[in-house]
């Protein structure tokens, strides 16, 4: 068998072609990487006015400061809850929109619309519908005995952001599913029905295989989500508390940095964030796609 190859007439052409690519990655990615990372060598005063380059001392002060483990803690938990209820919920919903009858376009309209909320809206949004005081959530809740307060409860503060980032994400999740499930050819399904094959028989011996594609590239993509795009939600909910219950790793970076003014260490927070996040995913490729079937 031939292979095809793509010949250039003119030398520069490809170069040209990437360049876009090329341009934006150094100046949105590989530029403040490199920053951050020469940031997190300094020991700086409040206002950035002197500067001592001290290597790897703000890293060192890191790994053995107590609030830091707690909030590495903290982020964990809020992103496995965070990514399998999104994925688990918009899987169930797809499947659903999937085999409506009648009324498909608009259940399919309606479950990505969430999408175009901004993280602090939908913050803002779950927080008065979960307001203490007033919220419509709370007052339902009250009337069943229990009471709601995620102002002094940590435990409750952490369901209520893993819940309002899970929402903002599932519209996202939907559309690949939906996308997922439309492409798997019908007659499989069918003359797996006629074998005898019960629903669930049929999902995880046919659709969920099929699906894994999809499935592991939103893995990927909400691993990503959880740990960088939630900060808008956390900020608008609860700032990180109460006690540094909802304190994860990115808001750390903002409140150490921008709050308690420690330029160097948030500056290390960050590199450290970073390769957290380039390592999930590299494991992810190296080990969890060996299951994918194409």
């Known amino acids: 068998m031939q292979s095809k190859k793509v010949v250039f007439e003119n030398r520069f052409l490809p170069y040209l072609l990437v360049a876009p690519q090329v341009i934006v990655t150094m100046v949105f990615f590989i530029w403040p990487a490199s920053q951050a990372l020469y940031q997190s060598m300094l020991l700086e005063d409040a ?18 400061d ?30 659903m929109a999937d085999n409506a009858v009648k009324g498909s376009k608009a259940y399919k309209t309606l479950l990505i619309w969430p999408y175009a909320v901004a993280p602090p809206l939908a913050g803002v949004l779950w927080l008065f519908m979960f307001n203490p005081s007033c919220g419509v959530v709370v007052f339902l809740l009250k009337t069943l005995g229990y009471e709601w307060n995620h102002v002094l409860d940590g435990g409750q503060a952490m369901a209520l952001v893993i819940l309002a980032a899970s929402w903002k994400q599932v519209s996202y999740n939907f559309l690949f599913f939906l996308a997922g499930l439309q492409a798997i050819p019908r007659s499989l399904i069918e003359s797996a029905a006629i074998d005898g094959a019960g629903p669930l028989k049929r999902f995880w011996s046919i659709i969920f295989p099929l699906l894994s594609p999809t499935t592991f590239f939103l893995v990927v993509v909400n691993v990503i989500y959880a740990f960088f ?66």
């Open 229 to 294: 795009d939630t900060f808008g939600i956390i900020h608008s909910i609860t700032q990180g508390g109460p006690g540094k219950a909802t304190d994860i790793l990115v808001y750390k970076v903002f409140s150490d940095g921008f709050i308690g003014l420690d330029l160097g260490g948030s500056a290390a927070q960050s590199v450290v964030l970073m390769v957290i996040v380039i390592g999930l995913t590299v494991i992810q490729f190296r080990y969890v796609e060996r299951k994918v079937n194409y």
């Open 66 to 95: 107590p609030l830091y483990a707690q909030s590495f803690k903290v982020t964990l938990i809020f992103s496995f809850f965070t990514m399998a209820i999104s994925l688990g919920v918009s899987l169930v919903l797809a499947g």
């Open 47 to 64: 206002f950035g006015l002197s500067s001592q380059f001290v290597w790897f001392e703000n890293f060192s002060r890191l790994f053995v």
